[in-house]
């Protein structure tokens, strides 16, 4: 199987492709998947194209030509005579290589070909003189070679060839790097057909290293579903294969493996010098050895791991139980002398000493630490580990409730705020705790058991008097109430619980409801601006508190609606967002709600295919496991609904099917999403059942949105809808808190659909000139003015629209650009857009890049300024330099000052 090398196979295709001779070579470690990227390219190689695939293999370096030779073994119209040249030790080594060319060259011919060179760092050197002078020759062929850079040294032929090549040669490189969490989980999901828990995911990339050959090895020796694999023993394959990478040591490198092996995933100098009694410089001696072979890496400053964690897992199965327990306790010892000790290696060395009462105490320090660090899932971790042994321990079951929350794990997170509550012994203990049931059991749709919360804390409320308690317990309530869409019941909590913060000094139970408020307010069209001050206020001071989830809730309610001043305050304010949640440990703000909030920046910049490249990064890396829950799926809803602006229908069709299996996902997104894409087939039977399924989902929805009203009356006077269907989606999808610019443009919307142009026109102006709504929107409401200024016969404001209309619509695309252009050529302005050149030709976004690159900016250094992808500042500078007709980067300034 492959996965996670899509854009490496890109690579390669586009070479082997271009019809001229193109030469690369794939690096990575072994079993890395370098064979099977390569099999894939040639898989998909077009017909006629030649291939010829030639394998080096250990004592290759005494064999010359073995990688030519096993090319051309059995292949038809092989020269009996030639292969007697090239083998013939008598002839000189300029005759022999002769031959060898000669002999590829009656293979390929003149045609496409791809030579492929695998196991380079094995190579004879006659083979890599071969191909270094295939690399010299012409041709429409691609010339690849395979190897392993921890085998390359100078005192092989591979390692003077590719320092040549470098120089001589345009090489491209493609390096193949361990699998990511998410990949893995695509490969073990592809291989069993099962859904993979996060656990599952988390403990087998661990144990595997990200490495797909020992993925596939374990998976082949699984009997058992997809959790066993966690634990299940080593497949003999894969055992032997990795004992192979320890055979040989002297015996006292054997030792210090052992020991190491035993004292976890990474292992510190000093302790790993107490536990083998090893002086200082023989330690670093036999360190040193033992990096260069490949079985440690020096991981840290002082501290070494495997290689591979299999490899250490492989150590410590050969084992004896006494042998490891010893090494445990001698560690153990050695950790409890020390004043600064990592409580989690602590807790680790007790519970394999069977040490639990010092095991227990650990875990409750490391889980807390571990959560002020950010580290959320070794907190879980660790917590665990001490609830083996007291499962009602209620520090232990606070730390595994927050972990598991901030870790997105829900499930775990009800379970164990669940017992945080029944094990409460105090009213601090029970409202901390309700509070955090109230978040989890929202999040993952339990809302019977969200209710139930909140009927705990209200009757907690009625008990207590005064003060912290009571504060907490309201503030847990306000975000009940927030949750559920009830905003001046929010407001009327979160008052009551900032009155007691304010008498009684409770400075992080104030910032907690001022969070709840200020996003309240922000709901209402006449109190968002107070919403957006208040939470603006608060981050500063959350992050001098270190209440980092609190900053980081603050700034992604900020950064999905506050309309930013300019683009690089967005993006300055999603950072900050995404660095405070990673302080937090929040794996949703910190990944899922910043590659949204990357999509709305470029949403708001009216780039789409940037926005569309943010989300389906942010859904790659974020659904490499699936979640349940209201955000089992976090990125979908937004993307198809991008996919259905872009009209790529196929694709907004595969992600409903998604979303349709997901029935936690918010009510109306599914049947206006599935309405939307109906009418953009003109499927006008199955549009309108979609809407009624949209109707009865808004019947149990408080809120409304003006951006889906006015996408959805889009899409259905597309599809050609009745009036009448018309004008009720117009009652049931607005209300009175929907903003004003939504409401004038759905307004206009149903006016010119009347036949109301002189109506119609004040609605899409007025439209215009919203700071809220993004460019592509304005850019429809241009169009729409247009068309009502036609109709009233004023052509001249209608072409004048029209400009406006392309200027905000210039990186966009789809069915709003179709607009446009229909608009355009009615106007008899079809081939303005083609006309228009120089710095004048340019969208607002390409003269920011462009002036960007003026002062000497490259397209990395682009990328980060800017928060885009190197890819997209490629395509930014592409058609910059086509626009203003200049042939490099260094004439842009010239051209941008003559514009001027």
Known sequence: MMVGRDDELRRLARLAAAHRPEVAVIAGEPGIGKTRLVAELLAGLPAGTTVLVG??????????????????????????????????????????????????????????????FEDLHWADSESAALFERLAEQGGPRLLLATYRPDEVSGRQPVGALLARMERRHTL?????????????????????????????????HHRTGGNPFFLEELLRGSTGGVDELVD??????????????????????????????????????????????????????????????????????????????????????????????????????????????????????????????????????????????????????????????MPEDVDLLSSA?????????????????????EAATTATAQADALYLLIRVAWEADEIDEMRTATRQVEELIAELPPGAEAARAMTAVAQSTGLRDDVDA???????????????????????????????????????????????????????????????????????????????????????????????????????????GLARLAVRQGELHRAVEALEEGRRIDRGYRRRGRRADYHGQFLAGLYLEAERLDDAAAVLDELVAQPQAIATAVPGLAFHLACRRGDRDVALARLTELYAALSHQMWRSGAQAHDLISAALACGLDLADLDRMHAELLDPNVWDEHRNLVDAQIAEVNRRHADALPGYLAATGSALMPPSVVGTAYVGAARCALALGRAEDAAAYVREASTR?????????????????????????????????LTPREREVARLIADGLTNAELARRLHISPKTAAVHVGNILRK???????????RLAEGS
């Not at 083998?276 to 079985?295: K, N, P």
């Not at 104030?510 to 603006?536: C, F, S």
């Open 172 to 204: 491209t490189h493609v390096r193949l790097d361990r699998l990511t969490e998410a990949d893995t989980a695509a490969f073990v999901s592809a291989a069993t057909g099962q859904t993979v828990p996060y656990r599952t995911v988390a403990a087998l």
């Open 809 to 841: 619509l210039a990186d966009w695309g789809g069915w709003r650009v179709a607009q446009l252009t229909e608009v355009r050529e009615e106007l008899g302005l079809a081939g303005e857009e083609r006309t228009a050149a120089g710095p004048a030709a």
């Open 55 to 116: 394998h080096a293999e250990p004592g290759s370096l005494s064999r010359p030509y073995e990688v030519l030779l096993d090319a051309i073994d059995g292949r038809p119209g092989v020269s009996e005579a030639a292969l007697d040249e090239l083998t013939d030790a008598r002839r000189s080594p300029v005759e022999r290589l002769h031959t060898g060319l000669s002999l590829l060259s009656a293979q390929v011919g003149d045609g496409p070909a791809v030579i492929v």
């Open 490 to 596: 929010t407001i009327a909590w979160a008052d009551r619980a900032l009155a007691l913060a304010e008498e009684y000094e409770l400075p992080e139970i104030r910032l907690a409801a001022l969070v709840e408020k200020g996003a309240a307010l922000t709901d209402r069209p006449a109190t968002a601006a107070e919403g957006w001050t208040i939470l603006g206020d608060l981050v500063d001071e959350a992050e001098k508190l270190g209440e980092w989830v609190l900053a980081a809730r603050a700034l992604n309610f900020l950064v999905q609606d506050l309309p930013p001043t300019t683009p690089q305050d967005h993006a300055q304010m999603l950072e900050r967002m995404r660095i405070d949640a990673e302080r937090a440990g929040f794996e949703r703000l910190a990944v899922a709600a910043y590659y949204s």
């Open 232 to 389: 299940a023993p080593l497949p003999w394959s894969l055992a032997e294969a990795l004992r192979r990478q320890t055979e040989g040591l002297a015996p006292e490198l054997r030792r210090i493996v052992e020991a190491a092996a035993v004292l976890g995933y990474r292992v510190p100098f000093d302790l790993l010098a107490a536990v083998t009694g090893t002086g200082e410089d023989d330690l670093i001696a036999a360190l040193r050895e033992l990096v260069e072979t490949g079985v440690l890496v020096e991981s840290g400053e002082d501290e070494f791991s495997f290689r591979h964690a299999l490899v250490r897992e492989s150590i410590t199965g050969a084992m004896l139980a006494r042998q490891r327990r010893r090494l445990h306790e001698s560690a153990l010892e050695v950790l409890l002398a020390g004043e600064d000790a990592d409580p989690a290696l602590v807790a680790h060395h007790a519970h394999a000493a069977m040490r639990y009462d010092d095991m227990v105490h650990a875990a409750r320090r490391g889980a807390a630490l571990y959560l002020s660090i950010g580290s959320a899932y070794q907190a879980l971790q660790l917590a665990e580990m001490g609830l083996d042994e």
């Open 401 to 421: 409730a927050r972990a598991a929350w901030l870790a997105g794990l829900l499930d775990d997170g009800i379970r164990y705020a669940r017992g945080w509550r």
């Open 884 to 894: 203003l007709s200049v042939p490099s980067r260094t004439a842009i300034a010239d």
